[in-house]
């Protein structure tokens, strides 16, 4: 994938998917909601934050504290300009790639839209990492696009006879059930399905997106 595609389509400054949280951080605070999961200070890192609208919802409504990380350096120059007075003391945003992550011990590692945007080497260096990043009982809460996505499936040139690959303007990679699974083996999966919603644009109408929502703990 591409880092430059990334940062160019950050330049002109606008919020590509508009300034309201994604649909996969909502769905992740309904299922914390509904699993009664406490998260007020607890530490957690945002890997591929983009410009922070994720980071910023779970900064202010989970009270957690948070990394977010992006190479992207325009993003993440976005992502701190939506700093507040309340929340700035617990967040920090940082332009990396999760390849020079060294640290562990997050309670919570949040990736959203980001699986489908690696390459092959990418994912598998994501799952090799993910344990590490968390501390004995955390979670991983993964928001990816499906094989079944409405928008890109069937779209581009595919790569791989296993699975849903495509090359439409940047390297898409649309997951199974069976894929996830075996990619995350090394974690406790706790919930894994699909979730159906319309995605806005800042320009044009907004995206029919099918994506799977993953919550694996690390194992003790
Ligand atoms: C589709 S965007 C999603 C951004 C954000 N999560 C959101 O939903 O608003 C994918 C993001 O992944 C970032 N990214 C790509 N490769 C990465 C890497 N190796 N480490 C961390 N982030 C990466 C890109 O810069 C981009 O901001």
Known sequence: ???????????????????????????????????????????????????????????????VILVGIDPSGQAIEMARAGLTAKNRRRVEFRTERFQDVTEGSFDLVYAANLYQVLSPEERNQFCRAAPAWLAPGGLLLLGGLSSRDPEHAGNGNEISTSTVSGEEKFHLHLSTRKELEADFRSLGIRALFEHEFLEPRAEGEPHHHIAWILIGARKT
Do not use: H, N
Request: proline share 3%; charged share 30%.
């Open 1 to 63: 994938m591409s880092l430059s595609y990334w940062d160019g389509a950050y330049r002109t400054g606008r919020k590509i998917w508009g300034g309201q949280p994604s649909e996969i951080a909502r769905v992740m605070g309904m299922f914390f909601e509904k699993e009664k999961i406490p998260t007020s200070g607890k530490r957690m890192l945002e890997i591929g934050c983009g410009y922070g609208r994720d980071a910023l919802y779970f900064a202010d409504r989970w009270k």
